[in-house]
């Protein structure tokens, strides 16, 4: 038996990875997700045994508008495949099964959603890509807060916190290098406004360490300027971090800025001098960053492609707008640049593909021509390709219609597929039942290969994965038929050399060689034909043939690995213990015309 140890642990290893897909319904490793909660085994479910909505649509081939000939080419399929799979992915309406169908037409199949309305609407628009002015520390003037609202303002040391049995809430302690602070006092009124601002900007800082956090990059959050007119000038920006409200609720304490030479804080003393008893204080929010919707989106965008840097070769995205956008894009980038030149910031042009950003590249020159290069340091071929093709899906790139929409119900409920199961699982029973009363041993064995065949065939349908309709259920009951066959043909190949006088082990290996060609090309005619079927049902939109072709196909291919490797594996274990001695566990029932010598020679070489 150790001659087949490899084997043996291979197909250990499968079993063990089988059990293992099986055994859960949703798989998470990272970025792959598998599985359901809702269907059995976490399988995917078709339209026939789930219910949904069918819709097929069709590219024009004529502009409906201007009447000119429209070439459609694989990369506007694919990107229009993309983009409506994105948009109903983001809408809640489910995972859709989306299908290309010949050249031109495109299969939505939505299981479980009954009302297509929604998904129609999603698909039908045709510009989800936008384009924003970003403008970076923008001020705005905190006009609730005024001097009647702050009742004083000192420096002081900052309280110890874990002592102090007065503290209402503490966002955070300034550091311990910075005990010196500023206790500005607010009247009630003035506590709640302040509240307001502070409640801001701690969403914008959360906002921004969420987006770092997840790898992206993150906004620039909002900060407030404090300047206090008291004996001298002091300004310095705030956030969250450096403030903290006391136990009157209606105290503030702030990080008492330090020196912008030195870098130093003052003593208290020097402090309290320098604010002095009537200082005022103001107050400026300045927002980390404002989007202003320039009017420029998808309908706008003529192409986007990518390409390379004529002079340092660099992977770029070149993007080219109609005369309409020409017009926007040059404006909004000549007022950019004017107002760099007398203000020194530079604001961005964000492009935004369903509401969210996909890049904000900072512009560096007027733009009049309708053609723009966006360059990054980060930019790879692979990432320049990406980008391009999904500002190219922010417009539908080719117009559609609807030629084919129906609610499909599901053929089997719930009650009855679970019946349609363990009706499946009987019948399984039975042949298993069956092979091991008349082949008796190997039979036992075909029967453990044929378990481990249909786990392997569940398993691949999982991973995959491949949408089960009904069609595909009984796709997969024919290829069980198929390696049930091909065991059959096996054993009575193995009968015919035991009649022959040969040895049990010699009698296997025969048997599976002689019996390999016919099982080869039984499956190969038959993985032909489910070529033929899956190619006409691609020409011809029938989904249905289609999934059948492909669940075939895959229960013929490990119907093979399974008769072939699992089952003569197995026998030949067998064949090298004990078991031997049992003639007549080996031999088939009825298999009386086999001499007897021919059965103790069995025994006594094998």
Not at 237 to 242: G, H, I, V
Request: charged content about 20%; proline content about 4%.
């Amino acid at each position: 038996m150790r001659r087949y140890g490899r084997t043996v642990i291979v197909i250990v290893v499968l079993v063990a990875l089988t059990a293992a897909i099986l055994s859960f319904q949703e798989i998470k490793l990272g970025d792959f997700e598998r599985g359901a909660t809702s269907t059995p085994l976490g399988l995917s479910l078709g339209l026939d045994l789930q219910g949904g909505s069918h819709l097929v649509y069709r590219a024009l081939l004529t502009d409906p508008v201007t009447g000119e000939v429209i070439t459609v080419t694989d990369d506007q399929m694919e990107a229009l495949k993309r983009t409506i799979e994105r948009r109903v992915n983001a809408s809640g309406l489910g995972e859709p099964i989306i299908q290309r169908l010949g050249d031109d037409r495109l299969l939505i199949q939505l299981p479980g959603v009954s009302n297509p309305g929604r998904a129609k609407s999603l698909i039908g628009e045709t510009a989800r890509l936008e384009f924003k002015r970003r403008t970076n520390n923008v001020p705005l003037e905190l006009n609730e807060l005024t001097q009647e609202d702050i009742a004083s303002v000192s420096a002081d040391l900052f309280p110890d916190l874990s002592t102090s049995t007065d503290v209402s809430t503490a966002t955070t302690t300034p550091a311990e290098e910075q005990p010196l602070v500023l206790m500005i006092n607010f009247t009630d009124q003035g506590a709640a406004d302040f509240q307001a601002v502070f409640d801001r900007l701690l969403a914008s800082f959360l906002t921004a360490t969420t987006a770092l956090d997840q790898g992206h990059t993150p906004p620039v959050p909002s900060r407030l300027d404090v300047t206090i007119e008291g004996a001298t000038q002091l300004r310095f920006e705030a956030s969250p971090l450096t403030i903290v409200q006391l136990g009157t609720s209606t105290t503030y304490a702030f990080a008492y800025p330090a020196d912008q030479e030195t870098g130093e804080t003052p003593a208290l003393l020097e402090a309290q001098a320098q604010i002095g008893p009537d200082a005022k204080v103001f107050f400026t929010e300045i927002i980390g960053q404002s989007d202003e919707d320039i009017g420029l989106t998808g309908d706008d965008l003529a192409r986007a492609f990518p390409g390379q840097h004529h002079a340092s070769g660099a992977p770029i995205v070149n993007i080219e707008f109609n005369d309409r956008g020409t017009r926007i894009f040059g404006e909004q980038t000549n007022d950019i640049v004017i107002k760099q030149e007398s203000t020194g910031q530079a604001d961005q042009i964000a492009i935004f593909l369903d509401e969210e950003e996909l890049i904000a590249p900072v512009v560096q020159t007027a733009i009049t021509a309708g053609t723009a290069v966006i360059s990054g340091q980060n930019f790879t071929v692979e990432r320049v390709r990406d980008l391009a093709l999904l500002l190219e899906s922010g417009r539908l790139p080719i117009p559609i219609e609807l030629i084919q929409e129906r609610d499909v119900d599901a053929i089997l409920g719930e009650d009855s597929l679970e019946k349609s199961v363990v009706a499946g699982f009987i019948g399984l029973g039975l042949v298993l039942v069956f092979m091991s009363l008349y082949y008796r041993l190997p039979g036992v064995i075909a029967s453990v290969a044929l378990m481990i065949y249909t786990g392997m065939v569940l398993a691949v349908f999982k991973i995959m994965p491949v949408t089960l309709t009904l069609s595909g259920v009984a796709a997969a009951i024919l290829s069980i038929g198929m390696a049930v066959d091909a065991n059959i043909l096996i054993f009575e190949r193995m009968k015919d050399e035991l009649r022959s006088g040969r040895t049990l082990l010699s009698a296997i290996n025969i048997g599976f060689d002689r019996a390999w060609p016919a099982i080869r090309d039984g499956n190969v005619s038959t993985l032909i034909t489910c070529g033929i079927l899956f190619w006409f049902a691609d020409q011809l939109g029938a989904a249905i043939v289609q999934g059948f072709a492909v669940t075939l196909a895959i229960g013929v291919l490990i119907s093979m690995f399974s008769a072939i490797t699992v089952s003569r594996t197995l026998l030949r274990a067998m064949a090298t213990t004990r078991l031997t001695r049992r003639v007549g566990w080996w031999l088939p029932s009825g298999a009386s015309d086999i001499p007897q010598q021919t059965a103790a020679a069995v025994a006594q070489r094998s």
